[in-house]
């Protein structure tokens, strides 16, 4: 946990007369998005212009942040990338220009549509779920997404996209193309044992070559895991989110679709 919270850095513009934020101030502001006790023990000008350096302790060892002089803005993410988070507002900034810069063109979303395999739901927002037979984060997320598409919310657009580390992933795969198998195909539980003895006799040349192609797809677009979800203004969604952050990245409301 300590890794992942200093592999968190700053960025700020402060001006050459650096003046500091205290402290109390920063100690308060970390509070916001870091759960570990962490105690500021001063801050105090950075070697780099513009930049503040905390001092912070945790377990008895020090570590080192960096804010702007206003203490709003810490930097946040993994070596060698980083992303501006806004104290304030609870908000990453640097990721929701990410978002945009990432974004399927509406040609790239419109080309989507020739690798859809089956559709769940007939109403509501268009998503469309790369996703993989044997993927466990798959199956933590299918449930919430078959719900919503329940409830006329969304309408669930499956392209297969197999990782190779999965044993058998892509042949599941290419026999719900050839086998014309549904969403029932995306879960372990409809792999019995005799179903998984005739995986052999359901692949065909048709399904093997789709998939192929599905699997082109998702590498030139980007998508380097599942589950990876693509809305109708090409806005990637990635991993197995809680139904409340799911229905906030998708533009969703309580109350039905915006």
Known sequence: MVKKIFGAIALGLGSFALACPNPQIVQQDI???????????????????GLCEAVVALGGQK???????????????????????????????????LEELNKLSPEQVKEL????????????????????PECPFCHRLEPTLKKLADEGKIKVKVILFPLWFHPHAKEKAVAMVCQHIGWEGLFNKYWTPERMKKLKEWQCERGKEFIEKSIQLGNKIGVSGTPTMITESGKKVVGALPEAQLKKELGLEDNGTK
Do not use: Q
């Not at 509070?31 to 950075?46: G, H, M, W, Y």
């Not at 020739?114 to 996703?131: A, E, N, P, S």
């Open 63 to 97: 570590y080192i942040l960096y804010t702007d002089e206003s203490g709003k803005y810490i930097l946040l993410g993994s070596r060698p990338f980083v992303n501006i988070f806004d104290l304030k507002n609870l908000e990453n900034i640097t990721r929701k220009e």
């Open 31 to 49: 509070k916001k998005i870091f759960r570990a006790p962490l105690k500021v023990v001063k801050v105090r000008p950075a070697p780099i212009k």
């Open 113 to 132: 549509e020739k690798y859809v395999v089956f559709t769940y739901g007939t109403k509501g927002k268009t998503v469309y779920l790369f996703t993989d």
